[in-house]
């Protein structure tokens, strides 16, 4: 079992960088896919980037190249850099994980998620 707790969210500007945190409790979080996704008012929560637990990277094709998925596994922690925000970034982000996980890009993939951290972009 993991226990997820996400940081780094906060109100940007338009074209600002954040970088959001995962820190992950357990001894075996190299064996876990971990995966971001965001939830904006009155949508669904949408995929954004996955790294299965053997090391494969994914990402929603509208955030290619601006987002980029990480892990440290010495310190158990996963990351989401987000560069050129864009009001449209703006959502609550949920990191999530499932042991031996092939990194889905669909919510029903993981077993374990954080209770999210908002990020809010103005232009």
């Known amino acids: 079992q993991v226990h997820l707790v996400e940081s780094g969210g906060g109100l940007v500007q338009a074209g600002d960088s954040l970088r959001l945190s995962c820190a992950a409790s357990g001894r075996t979080f190299s064996q876990y896919a971990l995966a971001w996704f965001r939830q904006a008012p009155g949508k669904e929560r949408e995929f954004v980037a996955s790294?299965?637990?053997?090391?494969?990277?994914f990402y929603a094709d509208s955030l290619k190249g601006r987002f980029t998925i990480s892990r440290d596994v010495a310190k158990n922690m996963g990351y989401l850099q987000m560069n050129s925000l864009k009001p449209g970034d703006t959502a609550v982000y949920y990191c999530?994980?499932?042991?031996?996980?092939?990194?889905?890009?669909?919510?029903?993939?993981?077993?374990?998620w954080g209770q999210g951290t908002q990020v809010t972009v103005v232009s």
């Open positions: 999530a994980a499932r042991r031996y996980g092939a990194g889905a890009t669909q919510t029903h993939g993981y077993d374990y």
């Open positions: 790294n299965s637990w053997s090391g494969g990277t």
